[in-house]
């Protein structure tokens, strides 16, 4: 079986494959009727430019959030208790429980991560089977590693210049979803950018606040959205939502001890240089053999397939020039 991926076509503009049937089906319809039925939730939208088909493929072609950053450390966070919908199957239940048993405890699950090191200038990367680890005693550490870097020193700084306007940006989405009555948002993710290049660390006077990051949050992947007639907020999305904020302020307010704590972790994970990373495809017509995803006609491995591509779109940027790490790779980084 060919593999689907993510892909960049025109300067800003990233191409999701859209998935088979009724799934894909659900998203293009999210895309083309969200604006209009929930305005207060489009500032939180990628841009969408419809659909457009390459090589008898159909693909979402979207705003590529991460274009106006330098170097973007990018993290990708399924947000919800549960990642299934009301009327799913018992066997779609089991699977979806097996993923990743802490996410109805915590609320939220890390689906992949990138981030760029200030003196290494290299990137940390993470994949899906690293989020899945995810549980209320490790989901500190495992968003701790996204306001990581090189030393506890640098990641001290960093941690003061993103959790602030990150931790805004969130309860600005928290506000928004609060008011979204009917709206379900099943195995949907937020996407978190925030610029890794600090060109002012190295003239900053000790005790010095930085300037707070450029920080960019989006929400994505709906092809498991529901409208429910009864109303009423999504109590499960909401639920992770907070639980990603207080997690993130925790951080923020103890930012030293979460810096000693986590500094040989980041000192042990690989480092990849841009050459090692694999480029992305900037042809439309060469999408339908990249070398992640897959199809198939049986559900769960269908539903596994549509995580990927999620997965895959939701981390890719041309600034970084960097996609999800290959196989071997990501194999190399879940050890």
Known sequence: MQGKAAMLGAEG????PVQKGEKGRREVNFYEMAGEIWPTLAPFLPAYFGTHEFAAMRYLAMEDIAIRFREPCVLDLKIGVRTYEPTATREKIDSELSKCPGQEAVGFRPCGMRVYGTRTRQYRCRNKDWGRAVTPETAPSLLAEFVCDDDAYTTVRRIRRVIPPLVQRLR???KVTGGLSGLRLYASSIVIVYEGRDDEAASAKPGEPPRPAVIDLRVVD???WVQVEEGGVDEGYITGLQNVIHTFESIGAQASSFA???????????QFELRDIPALSRDPSSAGDASHGGDSDVDSDEDVDGEREDSEANLQSPVALAALLSELQADQISR
């Open 260 to 270: 000693r704590q986590m500094e040989t972790t980041v000192s042990s994970l690989p």
């Open 172 to 174: 600005a989405l928290e």
């Open 222 to 224: 709906f092809a498991h």
């Open 13 to 16: 503009v990233l191409y999701k």
